[in-house]
């Protein structure tokens, strides 16, 4: 059995908080927010909790050994450090830093602690997502050239927190977990509507080896709700569309072919229309797949899919894009 606490009750903390409820061999013992408005609005929902605004009651409780963090992204490395240095196993929302370098110190004192240090990047756990990647290392699309990503919506607008930081890791760690490696170069371009200095709309760009394109349109100024990917590759191109109730992935047998025994260059290049096949997805909630994960890694000394090093890969992207937002577009290379 693993006693938690879980830290954040504000967007998204109850529903970290319900997914461990709903998993056997955990209990949450501790809910904890600064806001006490919003701690006794939570009491009468959950009576058995033990509700504080100090975070440090959860530090100092020896029964506690997993703290889960979803507090605004500012706060997550120093949060995610005092845990670790209490020897609590973490939980911690995406982005894991605001730096590579504080990752970097996570990942490290986690290794010297012997504690599992997770990041909450959600769709590596979503089952679309890990049926995408399967096709991808079988080969079934080909050489991938490009891939793009539209993550938009009309709010939730922030305040602390930009679009690209509260809204692109998420694309980031899919993309990176669907090639399997790290880009080369980043930039970013966006502006400022409504807040000034914190930017509403964000393009991104990723520039892979071997001439791969990632693209990221992220977004709380726009009148659609899309949650889409979609990857381009030699032989067939593939969209994962999570607005999609049933057809979540869609494989199309669609692409141009080159032929050598042209006379022309009309007919070196022809379109090719396949068909369009809709494979069935096992759904599960993400969220309690990352959960359930999250217990496992613990209990059976699994890696975590989205470990330090995994959230460490993200923050330089994320970290590098902000550099280029601010110099206008210009390309930051990753080292």
Same mark, same amino acid.
């Given at each position: 059995?693993?006693?938690?606490?879980?830290?954040?009750?504000?967007?998204?903390?109850?529903?970290?908080?319900?997914?461990?409820?709903?998993?056997?061999?955990?209990?949450?013992?501790?809910?904890?927010?600064?806001?006490?408005?919003?701690?006794?609005?939570?009491?009468?929902?959950?009576?058995?909790?033990?509700?504080?605004?100090?975070?440090? +009651?959860?530090?100092?409780?020896?029964?506690?050994?997993?703290?889960?963090?979803?507090?605004?992204?500012?706060?997550?490395?120093?949060?995610?450090?005092?845990?670790?240095?209490?020897?609590?196993?973490?939980?911690?929302?995406?982005?894991?830093?605001?730096?590579?370098?504080?990752?970097?110190?996570?990942?490290?004192?986690?290794?010297?602690?012997?504690?599992?240090?997770?990041?909450?990047?959600?769709?590596?756990?979503?089952?679309?997502?890990?049926?995408?990647?399967?096709?991808?290392?079988?080969?079934?699309?080909?050489?991938?050239?490009?891939?793009?990503?539209?993550?938009?919506?009309?709010?939730?607008?922030?305040?602390e927190e930009n679009a690209l930081l509260s809204f692109a890791p998420h694309d980031v760690?899919?993309?990176?977990?669907?090639?399997?490696?790290?880009?080369?170069?980043?930039?970013?371009?966006?502006?400022?509507?409504?807040?000034?200095?914190v930017e509403d709309v964000v393009f991104l760009t990723l520039r892979f080896p071997e001439? @791969?394109?990632?693209?990221?349109?992220?977004?709380?100024? +726009?009148?659609?709700?899309?949650?889409? &990917?979609?990857?381009?590759?030699? /032989?067939?191109?593939?969209?994962?569309?999570?607005?999609?109730?049933?057809?979540?992935?869609? @494989?199309? +047998?669609?692409?141009?072919?080159?032929?050598?025994? &042209?006379?022309? &260059?009309?007919? &070196?290049?022809?379109? /090719?229309?396949?068909?369009?096949? @809709?494979?069935?997805?096992?759904?599960?909630?993400?969220?309690?797949?990352?959960?359930?994960?999250?217990? +496992?890694?613990?209990?059976?000394?699994?890696?975590?899919?989205?470990?330090?090093e995994n959230g460490l890969a993200v923050v330089k992207v994320i970290a590098a894009a902000?550099?280029?937002?601010?110099?206008?577009?210009?390309?930051?290379?990753?080292?």
């Open positions: 059995m693993v006693h938690l606490g879980v830290v954040g009750l504000g967007y998204w903390g109850p529903n970290i908080l319900r997914a461990f409820n709903s998993l056997q061999g955990c209990e949450v013992r501790w809910a904890c927010d600064r806001d006490e408005k919003r701690l006794e609005r939570f009491a009468s929902h959950a009576p058995r909790l033990s509700l504080t605004s100090r975070y440090q +009651d959860l530090l100092e409780d020896r029964a506690t050994e997993a703290i889960a963090i979803a507090t605004p992204a500012t706060q997550h490395y120093s949060m995610a450090k005092a845990a670790l240095e209490a020897n609590k196993h973490v939980l911690v929302e995406k982005p894991l830093a605001a730096e590579p370098e504080e990752a970097q110190e996570l990942l490290e004192l986690a290794q010297a602690k012997g504690r599992v240090l997770m990041v909450g990047h959600l769709l590596l756990y979503h089952p679309a997502v890990k049926m995408l990647k399967a096709y991808l290392d079988r080969g079934e699309l080909g050489t991938v050239y490009y891939i793009y990503s539209t993550r938009v919506n009309l709010g939730q607008v922030r305040r760690s899919v993309i990176l977990f669907l090639l399997g490696t790290s880009p080369q170069e980043v930039s970013a371009v966006g502006h400022d509507y409504l807040q000034r200095g001439g @791969i394109l990632a693209h990221c349109h992220v977004s709380w100024l +726009d009148p659609h709700k899309i949650r889409k &990917f979609t990857v381009v590759g030699s /032989r067939k191109m593939a969209v994962f569309d999570d607005m999609e109730s049933s057809e979540k992935i869609r @494989i199309y +047998d669609k692409g141009v072919d080159q032929r050598p025994d &042209f006379s022309s &260059f009309g007919e &070196f290049l022809t379109l /090719r229309f396949g068909d369009i096949h @809709i494979p069935r997805v096992e759904m599960q909630e993400p969220l309690q797949i990352e959960c359930q994960h999250f217990l +496992d890694c613990i209990t059976q000394g699994q890696r975590p899919l989205s470990d330090g902000t550099r280029s937002l601010k110099e206008k577009g210009r390309p930051v290379p990753l080292a």
